[in-house]
């Protein structure tokens, strides 16, 4: 029995090397508690509305016309833009309205 029950590091804890702790995992639950970690990362990553998806219809719209307006923009604003025209074109998909973008 003793030798199925060793710790993470692949040795006993006879040897003191950790004393009071005592990490008796088997594989099953080291494989329950992975998939179970997978799964809470990806419904986390696979949030329905991000911050672009949530902005009201009008608002798109004014950060669109002054990204329009900007006639040198900088690095991050260039990315801010190309992140506002994709949710816009997105929307087109999604609602089938034109939309000019």
């Known amino acids: 029995m ?3 029950q060793r710790c993470l590091t692949g040795r006993d804890n006879q040897s003191g090397d950790y004393p009071g702790i005592t990490m008796h ?10 998939l179970l970690l997978g799964a809470c990362l990806l419904l986390a990553a696979c949030g329905p509305r991000g911050r672009l998806a949530s902005l ?3 608002v798109l719209r004014a950060e669109l016309n002054e ?10 604003k260039a990315i801010a833009c190309q992140n506002f025209r994709h949710e816009c074109e997105t929307r087109m998909d999604r609602d089938g309205k034109y939309r000019d973008c």
């Open 2 to 4: 003793r030798n199925r």
């Open 25 to 34: 995992y088997s594989a099953h639950s080291l494989f329950r508690f992975a």
């Open 56 to 58: 009201d219809e009008s």
């Open 67 to 76: 990204c329009n307006n900007i006639a040198r923009p900088s690095n991050s």
